[in-house]
């Protein structure tokens, strides 16, 4: 990881963008800063790569991408301490599930130097849009298209491998109250749920918008041959705590292997709190309610880190989660929080300095 790139390419702008930006408002992804990595695949090879000023691409209509759908990507955040110092959190997980990503879609892995060389080229250029404070982050976008031109049904020859940044406020998801669904899937046996594929967040958005005309904000995805388990919030894993157990599914060819997810299960678990893999049937739920076993349900992912969800519905049905004074959602994310920003000790070696 420590190997200099040689030819690495920089390219900088001549003025930042960032006074233009209102870092006390900021919508999520929708600012990026000054620079951008890129790097193409061509005749077999990754060619040099690139960081040049943010700017548009210049793409054939008939490229791959736009036509079938080859595109992956990451989700990654840099943070800075209160002593000026830049980390990543389990940066090389991040790594290798864009390269398992790519495999499964049929596109070329990336190589390790090129990844980090270049990202950590890129947030050193681009340093002052990572705001100190808890809760401001650079959201890092590393994604892989299919660029070749032609629209035959077969894989790319050519790719690229580019990424943006887009400094982040705490997100907070907001209130919510998911449906589970009881009719559409998000991914199936033998199939890529569990990459990271452009493809499967389109899938996603009309059930979801179908939901949002209830009154849910998520969809909470379940099995697709009985939709009797649950297995995703969302874009999210998902966790549920029963009396003072954690449970989460198995992560597999249908569940993403989250970061957040598996940072969560150790953390809790050196919390002494009870963690439990397993499938969970959408019927616990409802009897947890019942029963007043189900104490919290919620999502985890990079974005939101830990995002509580407040009640579900199911078979025309609506349910409240209980309010619990001291949750797990609270300190878990508040134990995750202290290691990215290093406030806490990092017993895991989690955290990546940039700087
Ligand atoms: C990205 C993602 C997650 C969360 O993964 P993290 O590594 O924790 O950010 C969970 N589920 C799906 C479907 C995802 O795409």
């Known amino acids: 990881m ?66 079938y759908g080859q595109a992956v990507f990451e989700g990654m955040k840099a943070y800075r301490d209160d002593q000026g110092g830049v980390w990543l959190f389990r940066p090389e997980e991040n790594f290798k599930r864009i390269n398992k990503s790519s495999v499964r879609l049929a596109m070329p892995e990336f190589p390790e130097e090129y990844f980090f060389e ?76 569990f990459t990271k594929a452009a493809g499967n967040y389109a899938g996603q958005f009309y059930p979801t918008n179908l939901a949002k005309e209830e009154g849910f904000q998520q969809v909470v995805w379940t099995d697709a041959n009985t939709h009797e388990y649950i297995e995703e919030a969302g874009t999210m894993n998902i966790f549920i705590r029963l009396d003072n157990k954690l449970i989460t599914c198995p992560t597999g060819d249908r ?64 349910f409240e989660l209980p309010k619990v004074e001291k949750s797990y959602a609270t300190i878990l994310k508040q134990h995750l929080l202290d290691i990215q920003y290093n406030k806490a000790e990092d017993k895991f070696g989690w955290r990546y300095r940039v700087q």
């Open 2 to 67: 420590d190997t200099e790139v040689k030819n690495l390419i920089v390219e900088k702008v001549k003025t930042s963008r960032i006074s233009q930006v209102d870092f006390d408002h900021l919508p999520f992804g929708a600012y990026f800063t000054d620079h951008m990595f890129v790097c193409d695949y061509k005749n077999g090879a990754w060619e040099t790569p690139k960081i040049i000023p943010y700017q548009p691409l210049q793409m054939e209509p008939s490229s791959r991408v736009f036509h």
């Open 118 to 193: 270049g990202l950590k080229k890129l947030l050193q250029l681009d340093e002052k849009w990572i705001k100190p404070g808890l809760g401001n982050s650079l959201y890092i976008r590393p994604f892989v298209i299919a660029t070749q031109a032609g629209i035959i049904a077969s894989p790319s020859e050519e790719f690229k491998f580019i990424i943006i940044c887009s400094p982040a406020q705490s997100y907070y998801g907001g209130e919510v109250r998911v449906k589970i669904a009881e009719k559409f899937s998000r991914a199936a046996d033998g199939g890529f749920g």
């Open 255 to 318: 569940i993403l292997d989250g970061i957040t997810r598996k940072s969560i299960i150790e953390l809790a678990k050196d919390l002494g709190i009870e963690v439990e893999i397993r499938p969970i049937k959408v019927s616990e739920l409802v009897e947890g309610i019942k029963n007043k076993t189900l104490k919290e349900m919620f999502g985890s992912g990079t974005a939101a880190v830990i995002n509580p969800i407040l009640g579900f519905g199911y078979k025309g049905d609506r």
